[in-house]
């Protein structure tokens, strides 16, 4: 069966958090406390606000595998004003996640893929996401594995971020 990519709505975000919080509880598990706590996403007001606000932006897009519900959520926009600025026109991944469920394997490629398509589509050439920087750099070279560079790294507090940039058609 196949994954579809559809724009969110305001509906998807539960399932949104349920992303989040199998990813901290699976982080937790493997002793990765620091890319985004310990704390389920959806016992905490505040996510619960970004999150819902991120599935009602125009550039929100989930991914749903017919048995599985939605498995992946791409927000696409500007970028975040704790990374440096761009030297050219973007897009930006915002957020990125995938379902650690077997049914989505290959999700997050596909999502990004996606992306490439929406940043063809607005006439730009550069998209960039940033990512955590911490921990065994998995995250980074899973970027790095779909095309995109390491550009610029950055500190929010003591979390080490990493922006990486792919060209679109290179």
């Not at 990374?83 to 990004?112: C, F, H, N, Q």
């Not at 790294?153 to 060209?167: E, H």
Request: aromatic share 10%.
């Amino acid at each position: 069966m196949t994954t579809t990519i559809r724009p969110a709505t305001a509906a998807d975000a539960t399932a949104v958090l349920r992303l989040f919080d199998d990813a901290i509880a699976w982080f937790v598990s493997i002793g990765n406390t620091r890319q985004w706590g310990t704390e389920p996403f959806s016992t905490q007001q505040k996510q619960v606000d970004r999150v819902t606000g991120w599935v009602a932006e125009p550039g929100a897009w989930v991914a749903e595998h017919p048995d599985a519900g939605v498995v992946g959520a791409l927000i696409l926009g500007d970028a975040t004003d704790y990374v440096p600025a761009a030297t050219e026109p973007e897009l930006y991944v915002k957020v990125l996640i995938g379902s650690r469920d077997p049914r989505a394997k290959g999700t997050g490629r596909a999502l990004l893929a996606f992306a490439d398509e929406q940043a063809k589509a607005a006439g730009v050439r550069m998209l960039r996401v940033d990512c955590y920087a911490g921990g065994t750099g998995d995250l980074v070279r899973f970027y790095e594995s779909c095309g995109y560079v390491t550009t610029d790294t950055f500190l929010v507090g003591d979390w080490p971020g990493q922006v990486l940039a792919r060209i679109v058609g290179a």
